[in-house]
């Protein structure tokens, strides 16, 4: 189900998905985070209360393209 926000009278917003309200009365930058955690949910992201793998450089074994790079 697609995200609805809607802005309420005192300024605030509204989020809600699929017939219910997930927030009431947040920010505009609170809703925009809200949709998006709604929408990774609903396309199968599930939360596991860790933060993200890094990306490391492609050149890097073990960092050691890091270390080279700050002897220079």
Do not use: C, Y
């Amino acid at each position: 189900m697609p995200v609805r926000k809607k802005k309420l009278p005192s300024g605030k917003v509204q989020v809600s998905h699929g017939g219910k309200v997930s927030a009431k009365g947040t920010t505009q930058k609170k809703a925009d985070a809200q949709e998006r955690l709604l929408n990774a949910v609903e396309h199968g992201w599930k939360p596991t209360g860790k933060p993200a793998k890094k990306k490391r450089h492609h050149s890097a074994s073990g960092g050691s393209f890091i270390d080279q790079r700050s002897n220079l």
